[in-house]
């Protein structure tokens, strides 16, 4: 185990760390995330877009850290509320508001609406201290149901429901939602490539003397972005 590459995710969401835990489990890394550190400083999510969002997250915690850093930022777009609440997902109602708070104000601002359309969207930041980054996109479509059902999941899973599986998020088991949800798909994308992504990681990393190469990766590269 000592001599795997250590990822970090770089989130105390205890859901979002279980959603990516499980769905890189099989890989031959070291996952720890934000609660596996002591006091690191707060990074404030002010951008306009989930992408920039995901960069700033995953740079700074790996800066921080000096562990390549893996960050997701994702948010509820509802095309009633001219995609509200998007990069605001979180802090919809208010910094102190709870998953539940939030998915009231979403009922309530969509009462009467007959437009029900949603998406989950999500960017996952993979960034090494040095500033590089690479980017994973997922998006998955649904309706905003009339009333919370189901108790799996967080945020604003009891609202968001999938028409191909008659469900909602909530509804679903951990492993279900994962095979449709928007950041389940941006991982896919990046399981897909995870052999080229070590590559990349340990070439941009200095120091990092201890990555094994997977056999047959050794000349795959991946473009800086
Ligand atoms: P952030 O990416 O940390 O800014 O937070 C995203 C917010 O969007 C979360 O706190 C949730 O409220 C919401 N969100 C993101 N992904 C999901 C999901 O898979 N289910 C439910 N809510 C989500």
């Known amino acids: 185990m000592d001599n795997l590459t250590t990822l970090v995710i770089a989130t105390r969401n205890s859901g979002k760390i279980a959603e990516i835990e499980d769905l890189l489990k099989n890989f031959p890394i070291k996952i720890k995330n934000l609660k596996d550190f002591g ?4 990074i404030e999510e002010d951008g306009d877009t989930f992408d920039e969002n995901a960069y700033k997250k995953a740079s700074f915690a790996s800066r921080v850290l000096g562990f390549p850093a893996l960050a997701d930022d994702s948010g ?3 095309e009633a509320l001219s995609g509200a609440p998007g990069v605001l997902s979180a802090r919809y109602g208010g910094e102190k508001s709870t998953d539940g708070d ?8 969509m009462k009467g ?4 359309k949603a998406a989950f969207e999500c960017v996952i930041s993979i960034a ?3 500033g590089h980054a690479l980017t994973y996109e997922g998006r998955c479509e ?4 009339e009333k919370p059902s189901g108790i799996n999941g967080f945020g604003y899973d ?4 999938y028409p191909p599986l008659n469900k909602t998020f909530a509804e679903m088991s951990m492993e279900e939602k994962s095979l449709v949800s928007h950041r389940g798909r941006a991982l896919c994308e990046l399981k897909s490539e995870f052999s080229k992504v070590m590559i990349w990681i340990s070439r941009n990393m200095p120091g990092l003397d201890k990555f094994k190469v ?3 990766c050794e000349k795959t590269d991946i473009e800086i972005l």
């Open 113 to 116: 609406k007959a437009n029900r």
């Open 142 to 145: 649904g309706l905003i149901a």
């Open 102 to 109: 939030r998915c009231e104000k979403l009922l309530c601002e």
């Open 76 to 78: 509820l777009v509802v």
């Open 128 to 130: 090494v201290p040095t």
């Open 158 to 161: 009891p609202v968001f429901y």
């Open 39 to 42: 006091q690191i400083p707060q």
């Open 214 to 216: 997977i056999p047959g």
